[in-house]
C-alpha cells in the first residue's frame, strides 16, 4: 500500500471517529488582559476541565506548544491586523502556514484556521482580501498536504444579518453580496463551514424589550407567550437557534445549501456597569449551562432538525483590557489568576437528580440589611411554594440557628436557588437575596453549591461540561458501530 492511501485511511479515521459523539462544546481564549496565565497553566485547567475543542485568537507559539500530545482540538486564527498581508501575498500565507500550522502538526491537533474576525462588520477596508488570504492559505495547506486534517474559515458578526427574526426571511447586508457569495463558494469547494458568532446577550440587550429574557437565556417561555416564524410556523424556544437558522436562510437566500454552521463565539458577561443590568453571574450561568446542554444533546434547530450545531463558548477568562463598558470584560468562567468566577458544569437531564447542581461556588443568601418581615416572608414562600428543602434548618439540624433568620433564610434561598437555577429559578425573594461566591458553610452546615456539598455535581459520574465522558449513549454506540462498519469496507478498496 502507498504512504497516501495509509494517510487517507487515518484522515477517515480520524474523522469518523472524531464525530462519533455528533456536536462538540469548546471554548475561546482571549488573552487581552494585565495578568496572562503561563501557557502551561492554561492547559492545565482545560486538562482539569476535560475541555476538548479551544478556539485561540492567533497562533502563539507558546500556547501550540504546551497543547501538544495532549489531543485537544485546536483552531488558530489570523489576526486582523495580519489579514492585509497574508491577503495580498501567496508567499506570506505559505509562510504563515509554514510558521504557525506545519511546524507544530501532528503532535499539536490544529484542525481549523479563523481568517480574521468579523472581518466585514469591523474593518471593511480589508474585504476585497478576505476571500482570497483563505484561498493562499488553502493552497499552501495543499502543498503542504495538510488540507484534509485542516480547514479554512472566517467567522462572521450576526452584524451581516440586519434583520434575523423571522429566519425565513432573513438575509445577509445585500452590500456585502459578492463578498459572501465568494465566501460561501469557498466554503463549499473545500468543505468548511460558516462560521458565525452568536450572542443573544448583544441582541436581547439591543432588543429593549422586544424579546423576554427567559428567550435569550434558553429558559421555558410562558406558554401564551411562544416566538413562531410566521412564514414557516417554526416555533423558537430560544433566541440562539433563531440567529442559527437566520444564517442558514441567509446563505439559502444566495443559492447555498448544506454549509454547517459553527458557533464561534456564545455567551453572556457576568458583571456589568450600572446601565447593563443583565449582565449578571445569575445570567451567565444559566446561558452558558443551558447552551452546553443544548449542544450536547444534538439538538438541531427548527429549519434544520438532524443538524446538530457545535459552539464554543466565549470565553474562558475574563479580558480587563478589553474596551468598551465594563460587561466586554467580564464574559469569563475564570478570573485571570485561574480562579473561577462560577462553576460550569454539564449534566443530561436524564442523568440529573432535583438535587444534582452545575452552581458550584456560587451561593444564593439573604441580604442581612433585608427587612425581617420580608425574609420570614422570602423563607416561608422557599420551603413551602418553592420547594426547597429544609431539613437541615430544623430545630436540632446542623444549620439551624434560633436568633439567626438571615442565616436560615440564607440557607432555604440557597437550597432553592440551585435546585431550580437552569429551569428558570432567581435569587431575588423580594429583592431580600443576592449572589455571593463566599461560601456560607460553617461546621456541619453544607450549603449547596459548596465543594463540601453531596449534591455537588463536580464529582462522581457527572459529564463535564466541555464534552461527553464515560460510555457512549445509545445512538452514539449505534454511529459508532456503524462508522467500524464504514472503516472495514473501505479498507477493502484501498487495500
Known amino acids: 500500500m502507498r504512504t497516501g492511501k495509509w494517510e487517507k485511511i487515518v484522515l477517515l479515521l480520524t474523522f469518523l471517529f472524531s464525530s462519533a459523539s455528533g456536536a462538540f462544546i469548546g471554548i475561546n481564549i482571549g488573552t487581552q488582559m494585565s495578568s496572562l496565565p503561563s501557557a502551561a497553566e492554561i492547559v492545565s485547567i482545560l486538562k482539569t476541565r476535560q475541555i476538548k475543542h479551544v478556539r485561540l485568537f492567533d497562533a502563539d507559539h507558546q500556547m501550540l506548544n504546551a497543547l501538544a500530545n495532549t489531543g485537544i482540538e485546536v483552531m488558530v486564527g489570523v489576526p486582523n491586523d495580519q489579514l492585509l498581508r497574508v491577503g495580498e501575498s501567496r508567499s506570506e500565507a505559505a509562510n504563515w502556514i509554514n510558521k504557525n500550522v506545519a511546524a507544530f502538526v501532528p503532535a499539536t491537533n490544529i484542525t481549523y484556521i ?22 493562499f492559505l488553502q493552497s499552501a495547506l495543499v502543498a503542504a498536504n495538510l488540507n484534509f486534517q485542516v480547514k479554512v474559515s472566517s467567522p462572521q458578526s450576526m452584524d451581516m444579518i440586519p434583520k434575523h427574526f423571522p429566519p425565513s426571511t432573513a438575509t445577509f447586508n445585500l452590500s456585502w453580496n459578492s463578498v459572501m457569495y465568494q465566501y460561501l463558494q469557498f466554503l463549499k469547494n473545500t468543505g468548511s463551514s460558516f462560521m458565525l458568532n452568536a450572542q443573544p446577550y448583544y ?32 416555533q423558537y424556544a430560544n433566541m440562539f437557534d433563531a440567529m442559527i437558522d437566520a444564517a442558514y436562510y441567509s446563505m439559502q437566500s444566495l443559492n447555498f445549501s448544506n454549509i454547517l454552521v459553527i458557533v464561534m463565539a456564545s455567551g453572556w458577561p457576568s458583571l456589568g456597569g450600572a446601565n447593563e ?127 439567626n433568620l438571615v442565616a436560615i433564610a440564607s440557607y432555604a434561598y440557597n437550597d432553592y436557588y440551585h435546585r431550580t437555577q437552569v429551569s428558570g429559578g432567581s435569587c431575588n425573594f423580594g429583592s431580600t437575596a443576592m449572589i455571593t461566591t463566599t461560601d456560607p458553610s460553617h461546621g456541619s452546615c453544607i450549603f449547596a453549591g459548596s465543594s463540601g456539598s453531596s449534591t455537588s455535581s463536580t464529582g462522581g459520574t457527572t459529564p463535564s461540561a466541555f464534552g461527553p465522558v464515560g460510555a457512549l449513549s445509545g445512538a452514539s454506540r449505534l454511529q459508532f458501530v456503524s462508522s467500524t462498519f464504514l472503516v472495514a469496507f473501505l479498507l477493502t478498496f484501498l487495500v
Open 277 to 403: 443590568p443583565e449582565a449578571n453571574i445569575d445570567n451567565a450561568l444559566a446561558y452558558n449551562s443551558n447552551l452546553v446542554r443544548h449542544v450536547l444533546n444534538g439538538s438541531g434547530t427548527p429549519s434544520q432538525p438532524t443538524t446538530p450545531v457545535s459552539a464554543y463558548v466565549h470565553e474562558l477568562f475574563n479580558e480587563d483590557l478589553r474596551p468598551g463598558p465594563v460587561s466586554e470584560k467580564n464574559w469569563g468562567i475564570f478570573a485571570s489568576n485561574g480562579t473561577a468566577v462560577y462553576s460550569l458544569t454539564f449534566g443530561h437531564l436524564a442523568e440529573s437528580s432535583a438535587e444534582s447542581t452545575g452552581l458550584v461556588g456560587v451561593f444564593c443568601v439573604a441580604n442581612s440589611s433585608a427587612d425581617s418581615n420580608a425574609l420570614k416572608k422570602g423563607l416561608d414562600w422557599a420551603c413551602g411554594p418553592g420547594s426547597a428543602n429544609c431539613t437541615a434548618i430544623q430545630q436540632g439540624q446542623p444549620c439551624y440557628e434560633a436568633d
Open 203 to 234: 441582541a436581547y440587550a439591543k432588543g429593549q424589550g422586544i424579546f423576554p429574557l427567559e428567550y435569550a437565556l434558553f429558559r421555558p417561555l410562558d406558554p401564551n407567550n411562544q416566538i413562531v416564524d410566521p412564514n414557516t410556523n417554526f
Open 114 to 135: 479563523a481568517v480574521g474576525n468579523e472581518v466585514l462588520t469591523t474593518i471593511p477596508n480589508a474585504a476585497l482580501v478576505l476571500v482570497p488570504a483563505m484561498q
